[in-house]
Nanobody, 119 residues
Framework: QVQLQESGPGLVKPSQTLSLTCTVN??????????FNWIRQPPGKGLEWIGG???????NLNPSLNGRTSISRDTSKNLITLHLTSVTPEDTAMYYCARLLRRSGKYDWGQGTQVTVSS
Protein backbone atom coordinates (compact mmCIF):
# COMPACT_ATOMS: atom_id res chain seq x y z
CA GLN A 1 0.00 0.00 0.00
CA VAL A 2 1.52 3.28 -1.10
CA GLN A 3 1.64 6.15 1.38
CA LEU A 4 2.32 9.79 0.53
CA GLN A 5 3.47 12.29 3.13
CA GLU A 6 3.74 16.03 2.50
CA SER A 7 6.15 18.09 4.56
CA GLY A 8 7.36 21.66 4.67
CA PRO A 9 6.98 24.93 6.52
CA GLY A 10 3.59 25.83 7.87
CA LEU A 11 4.28 29.55 7.62
CA VAL A 12 5.98 31.42 4.79
CA LYS A 13 6.49 35.14 4.44
CA PRO A 14 5.36 37.03 1.34
CA SER A 15 7.91 37.13 -1.50
CA GLN A 16 9.67 34.01 -0.23
CA THR A 17 9.81 30.61 -1.90
CA LEU A 18 7.61 27.81 -0.64
CA SER A 19 9.30 24.41 -0.75
CA LEU A 20 7.35 21.23 -0.09
CA THR A 21 8.36 17.60 -0.20
CA CYS A 22 6.19 14.57 -0.90
CA THR A 23 7.77 11.42 0.46
CA VAL A 24 6.48 8.22 -1.12
CA ASN A 25 6.60 5.01 0.87
CA UNK A 26 5.56 1.53 -0.16
CA UNK A 27 6.28 1.86 -3.87
CA UNK A 28 8.75 3.34 -6.31
CA UNK A 29 8.03 6.70 -7.90
CA UNK A 30 9.35 5.64 -11.30
CA UNK A 31 6.66 3.25 -12.43
CA UNK A 32 5.67 4.20 -15.98
CA UNK A 33 1.97 4.17 -15.08
CA UNK A 34 2.46 6.74 -12.32
CA UNK A 35 1.84 10.47 -12.49
CA PHE A 36 2.47 12.56 -9.40
CA ASN A 37 0.50 15.75 -8.85
CA TRP A 38 0.53 18.70 -6.53
CA ILE A 39 -2.93 20.09 -5.74
CA ARG A 40 -3.98 22.81 -3.33
CA GLN A 41 -7.18 24.07 -1.78
CA PRO A 42 -7.37 27.66 -0.52
CA PRO A 43 -9.76 28.37 2.35
CA GLY A 44 -13.34 28.42 1.12
CA LYS A 45 -12.37 27.47 -2.42
CA GLY A 46 -12.17 24.36 -4.53
CA LEU A 47 -9.22 22.22 -5.46
CA GLU A 48 -6.64 23.76 -7.76
CA TRP A 49 -4.20 21.67 -9.74
CA ILE A 50 -0.66 23.01 -9.47
CA GLY A 51 1.19 20.62 -11.71
CA GLY A 52 2.42 17.10 -12.20
CA UNK A 53 5.45 15.04 -13.10
CA UNK A 54 5.87 11.74 -14.91
CA UNK A 55 8.05 8.84 -13.93
CA UNK A 56 10.70 10.14 -16.34
CA UNK A 57 10.72 13.68 -14.93
CA UNK A 58 8.58 15.45 -17.53
CA UNK A 59 6.49 18.16 -15.87
CA ASN A 60 3.19 19.85 -16.66
CA LEU A 61 2.46 23.06 -14.81
CA ASN A 62 -0.69 25.12 -14.40
CA PRO A 63 -0.09 28.37 -16.32
CA SER A 64 -2.40 30.19 -13.90
CA LEU A 65 0.49 30.25 -11.45
CA ASN A 66 2.45 32.49 -13.82
CA GLY A 67 5.57 30.40 -14.09
CA ARG A 68 6.22 30.43 -10.35
CA THR A 69 6.06 26.66 -10.03
CA SER A 70 8.69 24.00 -10.40
CA ILE A 71 8.33 20.29 -9.69
CA SER A 72 11.09 17.75 -9.52
CA ARG A 73 11.75 14.29 -8.19
CA ASP A 74 14.60 12.48 -6.54
CA THR A 75 14.44 8.82 -7.48
CA SER A 76 17.12 7.79 -5.00
CA LYS A 77 15.15 9.29 -2.12
CA ASN A 78 11.72 8.46 -3.57
CA LEU A 79 10.33 11.95 -3.22
CA ILE A 80 8.60 14.68 -5.20
CA THR A 81 9.36 18.34 -4.54
CA LEU A 82 7.43 21.52 -5.18
CA HIS A 83 8.86 25.03 -5.25
CA LEU A 84 6.55 28.02 -5.50
CA THR A 85 8.32 31.35 -5.74
CA SER A 86 7.21 34.87 -4.86
CA VAL A 87 4.37 33.73 -2.66
CA THR A 88 1.53 35.99 -1.60
CA PRO A 89 -1.29 35.52 0.92
CA GLU A 90 -3.40 34.12 -1.93
CA ASP A 91 -1.10 31.11 -1.93
CA THR A 92 -2.38 30.17 1.52
CA ALA A 93 -3.91 26.71 1.16
CA MET A 94 -3.83 23.06 2.03
CA TYR A 95 -1.27 21.48 -0.25
CA TYR A 96 -1.64 17.87 -1.33
CA CYS A 97 0.48 15.36 -3.15
CA ALA A 98 -1.47 12.77 -5.14
CA ARG A 99 -0.38 9.84 -7.25
CA LEU A 100 -2.43 8.99 -10.31
CA LEU A 101 -2.48 5.52 -11.78
CA ARG A 102 -2.99 6.56 -15.37
CA ARG A 103 -4.39 3.31 -16.72
CA SER A 104 -7.08 2.98 -14.07
CA GLY A 105 -7.62 6.63 -13.17
CA LYS A 106 -7.22 5.94 -9.46
CA TYR A 107 -5.66 8.46 -7.10
CA ASP A 108 -3.76 8.01 -3.86
CA TRP A 109 -3.61 11.17 -1.76
CA GLY A 110 -1.42 12.36 1.04
CA GLN A 111 -3.00 13.89 4.11
CA GLY A 112 -2.02 17.37 3.02
CA THR A 113 -0.07 20.10 4.75
CA GLN A 114 -1.34 23.55 5.65
CA VAL A 115 0.66 26.48 4.33
CA THR A 116 -0.04 30.02 5.45
CA VAL A 117 1.57 33.00 3.74
CA SER A 118 1.68 35.91 6.14
CA SER A 119 4.06 38.52 7.44
Amino acid sequence: QVQLQESGPGLVKPSQTLSLTCTVNGDSIIGDDYYFNWIRQPPGKGLEWIGGITYSGTTNLNPSLNGRTSISRDTSKNLITLHLTSVTPEDTAMYYCARLLRRSGKYDWGQGTQVTVSS
